[in-house]
């Protein structure tokens, strides 16, 4: 007689943010499989709750390693560790799972940013970038070997070069923090009471900032010379 295996499915999403409220719309999404199914079980890495309340007790994050699950009649589980945030589901085709299951998909997928800014994030992103602080550091050699040469090359091709490497570098400064730091983080707090934009990006800002005048007075002293 042959034996039927059940089969599991699981989804990946990137650089998702949750808030309190998605953490309790999943945490309903959970127990509505039932009587029979167990509690559901939070974590945040270091700790273990049967509450939100419980374990924002022990702080309001952000935590970039979080995990939901509950068990019976299978297990549907959410974990996000900081490199990837994964949605699982140990039985889709029992109607109760799979109901779940899609519901916390819908807000997980809500809770990603649009999809160029989760390119930017991807590996060809960093190829365009690497590709572009080659070029233009090969540019600058050239520019500065014909310079020492006693040749004069056109006033603007340094200015790009040096704008073009700040760029590369505060853009993969910023990429690698949030790509490999921050993929998925949860905040046990409601989105209102999070900083605005320019109070959480102050820092990136300010070397934006810096590097844009750097990069101003150096365009000026080449160009005077």
């Known amino acids: 007689m042959a034996i039927r295996r059940e089969r599991n499915e699981s989804r990946n999403y990137r650089l998702v943010r949750l808030y309190l409220g998605d953490v309790e719309e999943i945490e309903r999404a959970l127990s ?100 572009l602080g080659m070029t233009a550091a090969g540019a600058a050699i050239v520019v500065a070997v014909s310079m020492l040469r006693g040749d004069r090359p056109p006033g603007w091709i340094a200015p790009v070069c040096l704008a073009v490497l700040a760029l590369v570098l505060v853009a993969s400064r910023y990429l690698n923090r949030t790509t490999l730091r921050e993929n998925g983080l949860v905040y046990l707090v409601p989105k209102s009471a ?32």
């Open 32 to 131: 509505a499989l039932g009587p029979n199914a167990s509690k559901v079980e939070f974590s945040n890495g270091e700790w273990e709750a049967e509450t939100i309340a419980e374990l924002a007790a022990k702080g309001e994050g952000p935590f970039s390693e979080f995990g939901m699950r509950r068990y019976g009649p299978g297990l549907v589980s959410f974990d996000t560790n900081g490199s990837t945030t994964r949605l699982y589901v140990s039985n889709p085709d029992d109607l109760q799972l799979r109901g779940a299951f899609e519901k916390i998909d819908s807000l997980l997928t809500a809770a990603q940013p649009p999809l160029v800014v989760r390119w930017l994030h991807s590996g060809p992103a960093w190829g365009v970038l690497g590709a």
């Open 194 to 225: 999070r900083p605005n934009f320019f109070l959480r990006k102050r820092d990136d800002l300010a070397m934006l900032l810096i590097g844009g005048v750097f990069g101003a007075v150096l365009t000026l002293l080449v160009g005077r010379l």
